[in-house]
């Protein structure tokens, strides 16, 4: 449409691909001098922008802008740039509608040139130095200005122990390593038999850490918490468990999340995965716990392993629930969510914990953490529809035994559906093939045990709330007589 048009194409370690395409009316430069390179964008008719992935700032495109080169480019090519079709630009997306606006500027010169001196304006009054510059040095000084703010207010990270000896040592160091470290840790032993607070005081990073250790005996979780929230010295609250080891940006990537700094009721949420040593800490990590791909922000509940709220919000939310000894940081969350403080999800604020070590110890934690969700009336449609997929496959097991090939197909197919989800992460976070085949038969072991677990666990402590609404019931009815 255009004779004597010539395409070249600029810039260094062409692929293959692209230099196999050289030849009459084409040429490819390779790596250009900044110099010959604007060179040969000024001498240019057009400049073509067919972009179609990538991100970043589009300086190719503000170059050629300010260059006065009339520009014909994809919508993503111009994005960010304020270039408007028509006015500043030839847009289109689709190879035929590209090549249009190609001809239309090089067989009109006018047009072309009032296409490059619009964009050249635009660039001058949107892209000149002289107008970012002060608006950079704005973002920076705002940015400082929160990043005293938060210094000023400080940090508090809060933990509890009991009997943690042999793993206190790497909380501690992890917190001494953090890259925003805390103004102050306090943690509170709920009456160690095994020396953790001595281990905690005398660790050589304890004194940089400001690490206070208060001893309550008998004091569950959710008092513990409670009590080292309330010795607390910062508005900023910083909650996790004993047993973990923290990225060493945690503390800064959660602090600097916690959104709407004039909020008083704010909080943020971290992200938790595992450290498994071994095939069966492997698989149970794998069951048990969620990949980030797999959590849903506007719905993700944080674990106190990993999130940070304001005294104020936890004031608003009522505090840890002491009455409750499993599950109380779901009740919190509960709190914090009807006080209006939902934490905002910051899945790089990681903490690595290590998995059950034993089925026994893994079937004992699910059983509280089942008895925790009855005594609290959580989760009661989900533990329900356990209840009724095992009774269903109870019932289509037993007549499979019974030869029904129907039942045991359907049985087969139930089985893998449930355990696909397990299986594919354990996939992708087994280091290699052998791990994962030591790993996948006990993904379906996992799997039981904890529902086994949670099956038991529930009715036990639906029984205790109900025995406890009886008490205060009877409590009540006595003092009103009297």
């Known amino acids: 449409a255009v004779p004597g048009v010539r395409v070249v194409l600029a810039g260094r370690d062409p692929a293959p691909a692209v230099r196999s395409l050289a030849g009459p009316g084409v040429e490819v430069t390779g790596a250009l001098s900044d110099a010959l390179l604007a060179q040969r964008r000024a001498q240019a008719w057009v400049y073509a922008v067919p972009m179609r992935m990538g991100s970043g700032v589009r300086f190719k495109v503000l170059e050629a802008m300010a260059a006065r080169v009339p520009l014909v ?33 090089l067989s009109d010169p006018a047009r072309g040139a009032a296409l490059a001196e619009a964009s050249r304006r635009l660039a001058e009054e949107a892209h000149d130095w002289r107008h970012i510059t002060p608006r950079l040095l704005a973002v920076y000084d705002c940015l400082a200005d929160q990043k005293a703010d938060r210094e000023a207010d400080g940090l508090t990270v809060v933990a509890t122990v009991l009997n943690e000896r042999s793993s206190a040592g790497r909380l501690v160091r992890s917190l001494a390593a953090q890259t925003r470290g805390p103004d102050e840790v306090v943690m509170v032993d709920g009456g160690s038999t095994d020396g953790t607070p001595d ?53 800064e990537r959660l602090a600097t999340e916690l959104p709407g700094g004039t909020r008083p009721l704010r909080a943020a949420s971290g992200f938790f995965v595992s450290a498994p040593r071994g095939a069966w800490e492997l698989a149970l990590g794998a069951t048990t716990l969620p990949d980030v791909a ?98 269903g496959g109870a019932a289509l097991a037993v007549r499979a035994a019974r030869g029904d090939r129907a039942a045991l197909a359907l049985l087969v197919l139930a089985g893998g559906a449930y355990l696909r989800r397990p299986l594919v992460r354990l996939f992708e976070q087994a280091p290699d093939a052998g791990a994962f085949a030591r790993a996948a038969p006990l993904v379906p072991l996992a799997r039981l045990a904890g529902d086994v677990a949670k099956m038991i666990g529930y009715p036990v402590g639906v029984l205790w709330r109900l025995r406890h609404q009886a008490g205060q019931t009877h409590a009540r009815n006595r003092s009103s007589r009297s």
């Open 294 to 391: 797999d959590v849903n922000p506007a719905r993700f509940l944080p674990s106190s392993r990993s999130v940070a709220f304001t005294r104020q919000a936890w004031q608003a939310a009522g505090g840890y629930p002491e009455w409750l000894d499993f599950c109380e940081d779901l009740v919190f969350d509960f709190g914090l969510l009807a006080a209006g403080a939902r934490p905002r999800f910051v899945p790089r604020a990681v903490v690595r914990f290590r998995p059950r070590p034993t089925v026994r110890a893994f079937f004992l934690q699910y059983y509280r953490y089942a008895r925790g969700d009855g005594k609290a009336e959580l989760w009661r449609l989900r533990h329900a529809v356990r209840y009724g997929t095992y009774l």
């Open 73 to 105: 480019s994809t919508s993503l090519g111009v994005s960010g740039t304020g270039a408007e079709h028509t006015r500043h630009a030839l847009v289109s997306d689709d190879a035929e509608g590209f090549a249009r606006q190609l001809i239309e500027v």
């Open 199 to 251: 281990v905690l005081r005398s660790h050589p990073a304890s004194s940089a850490l400001q690490l206070r250790v208060i001893e309550a005996p008998g004091a569950n979780i959710s008092r513990g918490r409670n009590v080292a929230i309330e010795a607390a010295a910062h508005e900023t609250l910083l909650v996790t468990d004993a047993g973990v080891e923290l990225h060493a940006a945690w503390a």
